[in-house]
């Protein structure tokens, strides 16, 4: 019996060792990150707190936000002061809870929302989540967020590195074996909005493959219906237009995509609720090209000057 406690509590020891080495490694690229006040979430929590009721539009959403909506030409052309909380990952639940907290310090007359299958599924980048969060004042905003948005996956996942970080374990041991090297470029921020310079090569055109749709996602529709629901009533209550945005993909993708359900379902389920949904890949037949991305999904600079254009007319039309 002593053999068998033995070898319980040397478990216990080492599984706890394992998940605070992870912990540090992980971490420690974050943490000197913002200590050199260069980690991007760090600068845009920063900017929301400090610049008190500064800021007229606010855009939430992925990655794909935040290479698509550049703040300068939006204020440019608009009688706006904007700034783009896109955060890598950032699903319907995240949004929500990051609106709760600028609305602590931002008192916005638009917020743009982004709608599309990947934003309201069922696989978590949790690492990511939690990164965001990391930056709230509110520590009631955090924990809504961890147990509220995310349920016993979030407090696990919040507690334990190890599930935490597991998809950059694996990304991290195949690139150990992999002669592959990603040529990194230099990062420009502007308001939160990332001017990517890069452009997607004819090699990865080739390998684009069709937009995901119900079959081939994780989309929850009660999940997605829940947070809706929820920003609705948040920005009903403090007088906040919502503009729902679906933002372009490359046209080659579009061309070879035959089942059109994730565009579909959206323009059926704006029109049950009676609210503006705009689809960047065909309001007011904007023509993107291929070059305008920087890869399968996210817009480079130049993608990002159409898109910001067309976000201005939708601020026109509400």
Known sequence: ???FLKQ????LFFFVLINLIILVIYEYPAYKAIKNKTHKNYL?????HTNKNKYDLIILGSSRMYSAFNPEIIDKHSNLNSYNMGTSAQDIAESYYSLKEILDYQSPKYVVLELYFETSDDIHDF???FSN???FNSTKNKYDLVTDGYGEKGIVNYVLPLLKFNNYIKQDFI???SNK???????KWIKG???DTTTVTIQQIKSFKPIGNKETTTFNEERFEKYFSKFEKLAKANNIKIIYIRTPYPPTRIAITSKTDERDYYKKFSDIKKIRYYDLNTYLNWKYLDTDFSNYHHANYKGAEKASKQLIETIKEN
């Open 193 to 195: 909005y990332f001017y």
């Open 181 to 187: 090297k990603e040529k990194r470029t230099s990062e």
């Open 133 to 135: 969060a990391s930056f």
């Open 8 to 11: 319980i509590v040397y478990g």
């Open 127 to 129: 690492y990511q989540i």
């Open 44 to 48: 845009k929590w920063n900017d929301i």
């Open 1 to 3: 019996m002593k053999k």
């Open 175 to 177: 690139s150990l074996v």
